[in-house]
C-alpha cells in the first residue's frame, strides 16, 4: 500500500486538533444562540439598547432580582439581556482565539479560509446585535 503523502498527513493532524479547540467554541455559539432567542422571545432587546452600557449603568440594578433566582434568566429583561452581552461577547473572543491558536497549524487552505470567514461572520453578528 503506497504512503499518503507529507502534506495531508499534515493536513490530517491539523484538522484533528482544529476539532479539539472548536467544539468547545461551538458550545458556546450555541448556548449564545439560545441566550439570544430568550432575548428576543421576551423583546428583551428593546429595553436596552445602548452599548456597552445597559442605560446609564454598566448592569442595571433589578438584575437577579426574582425569586427564585433562576427566573431571571428566562423572565428578566436585564438579566436576559446582560447575559446575552456577555455571551455575545465571549463568543466572539473565543472565536477570535480561535484564529489565533490555529494560525501556525499546517491545516488546508480551506480551513483556514473558513476559520477566518467565521471570525468575520461573528464580528459583523455582534456589530448587527449592537
Known amino acids: 500500500m503506497p504512503e499518503p503523502p507529507v502534506e495531508l498527513l499534515a493536513w490530517v ?3 484533528t486538533k482544529v476539532k ?3 467544539l ?6 450555541g448556548i449564545t444562540a439560545l441566550s439570544g432567542a430568550f432575548v ?5 432587546g428593546r429595553a436596552y439598547n ?6 446609564d449603568t454598566w448592569i442595571p440594578d433589578d438584575v437577579l432580582s426574582m425569586k427564585p433566582l433562576l427566573r431571571n434568566f428566562f423572565e428578566n429583561t436585564s438579566t436576559m439581556q446582560l447575559d446575552h452581552r456577555i455571551l ?6 473565543s472565536i477570535c ?3 489565533w491558536a490555529t494560525r501556525k497549524l499546517d491545516i488546508h487552505p480551506t480551513v483556514r479560509s473558513l476559520i477566518g470567514t467565521t471570525v468575520v461572520m461573528a464580528g459583523l453578528q455582534v456589530t ?3
Not at 445602548?50 to 442605560?55: A, N, V
Not at 455575545?88 to 473572543?93: I, P
Open 13 to 15: 493532524n491539523g484538522a
Open 20 to 22: 479539539r479547540l472548536a
Open 24 to 29: 468547545p467554541v461551538s458550545l458556546l455559539v
Open 40 to 44: 428576543a422571545g421576551n423583546d428583551a
Open 50 to 55: 445602548t452599548f456597552p452600557k445597559m442605560g
Open 88 to 93: 455575545a461577547t465571549a463568543t466572539l473572543a
Open 97 to 99: 482565539g480561535l484564529r
Open 128 to 130: 448587527l446585535g449592537i
